[in-house]
């Protein structure tokens, strides 16, 4: 039997009279886009992200394209984020016209190291955007005092950390504004695309309101240049019906991760480290081996399928050569890139099938 890598069926089995009602009901009311399931989803979420606002669009990307839109991001600035992260962080900057100023990553979290961003701010930057990735949040403290003394806004990229924690406090709520990826996979996933950006700055909030449906304030009264980037009824539905597990989901998560860490702690591998500042939600279980590509193989031919998250850092993707940097640039990210394996994580999995990956991973490091 195969060992997915995410098993969204078995969730939705467990959900299906709800979520079959919900959809039954959008298809009678004839309301596909924002309406009532958005708006309580939206103020769910917001709750539950102990902020003010959320404001639902159509993915995270649009999400983080927004939220730099609202705090007036254009042409002529910068902002700071990470080289190892998913692209998606790296194309909203670029969207706004403004450039991306790359830092590199620490090597145990696999995060933005927060003590390199002093030397990449410069009289351009207007933002600084920490991902919280794989599920853990960056170290914010630090971060959020070096923006402090300069008046610059942080946005999380939270598309991967929903619920996670740093000190005590949810991810959302530790910069200016946050925003999320509802990707079908995400730890808070809908059946299609989807995103939000979630703020305390109740003028931001509607500035990201208008921005998200054509730039209107009032029916077909256009204030701004818009876009098309509403959230689907549907997908605001199925995240309202979902967000009520989304902690016994990373709760359940936690003990698979747990699990590994003390399965494979023998082996010659580099394991996922959780902060002394975090509660890691596992979006990813993610090892370090410098044999990943054979172990990737091996885990394969077992019928296990595991992930790599990312392959080419953001520096060195054809995309971004215009930011003008080269191999040696960030070779943290750049050796990540090379050795990041994630093992099938996710809620629904059993001890069995983490044991199986085990036996796969131990038979291959000790046969090499
Ligand atoms: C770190 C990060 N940022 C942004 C995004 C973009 O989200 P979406 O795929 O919903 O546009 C993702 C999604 O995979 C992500 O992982």
Redesign the pocket.
């Known amino acids: 039997m195969m060992i997915p890598p995410v098993d969204l069926g078995t969730q939705y089995r467990g959900l299906k009279t709800h979520i079959d009602a919900a959809f039954q009901d959008i298809l009678n009311s004839g309301t596909f886009i924002l309406g009532p399931h958005v708006a309580a989803f939206e103020k769910a979420f917001a709750s539950y992200c102990s902020v003010d606002h959320a404001i639902g669009v159509n ?6 394209h927004l939220a730099l839109l609202g705090l007036g991001i254009g042409p002529g600035h910068e902002v700071i984020t990470c080289a190892h ?2 692209i ?2 790296v194309e ?1 900057i670029a969207y706004t016209g403004a450039k991306a100023v790359l830092v590199d990553a620490t090597p145990d979290t696999c995060e933005m190291d927060v003590t390199r961003i002093e030397a990449a701010i410069t009289p351009n930057t207007r933002a600084i955007i920490p ?1 919280h ?1 794989y599920g853990q949040p960056v170290d914010m403290d630090p971060l959020v005092e070096i923006a402090r003394a300069r008046n610059l806004p942080i946005i999380e ?1 939270a ?2 950390a929903h619920g996670s924690t740093y000190k005590g406090r949810k991810v959302g709520s530790l910069g200016t504004a946050a ?1 999320f ?3 079908p996979t ?1 730890n808070l996933g809908a059946y299609g ?3 939000a950006v979630v703020t305390n700055d109740p003028e931001l909030a509607e500035r990201i309101r208008c921005l998200r449906s054509h730039g209107e304030r009032a029916r077909y009264h256009h204030d701004l240049v818009g876009y098309n980037y509403r959230m689907s009824a549907f997908q605001g539905a199925v995240l309202n019906i979902k967000l009520p597990y989304l902690d016994e989901w990373n709760t359940q998560r936690r003990h698979h991760a747990e699990a590994f860490t003390k399965l494979l702690a023998d082996l010659p591998l580099t394991l996922p480290v959780e902060a002394p500042y975090a509660q890691h939600v596992y979006h990813l279980y993610v090892v370090q081996s410098d044999q990943r590509d054979a172990l990737y193989d091996a885990l394969r031919a077992s019928q296990i399928i595991a992930g790599i998250h990312y392959p080419i850092p953001v520096h060195l993707a054809p995309a971004f050569a215009d930011l003008g940097y080269e191999p040696g640039s960030f070779p943290v990210a750049e050796r990540l890139a090379k050795e990041v394996l994630s093992l099938p994580l996710y809620p629904e999995m059993s001890m069995e099938q983490i044991e199986r990956t085990v036996v796969v991973v131990r038979g291959f490091l000790e046969a090499h």
């Open positions: 993915s995270g990307t649009s999400a983080l992260t998913f998606a962080t909203a991902v990735l990229d598309a991967q925003c990826s509802f990707y995400k695309e989807a995103g």
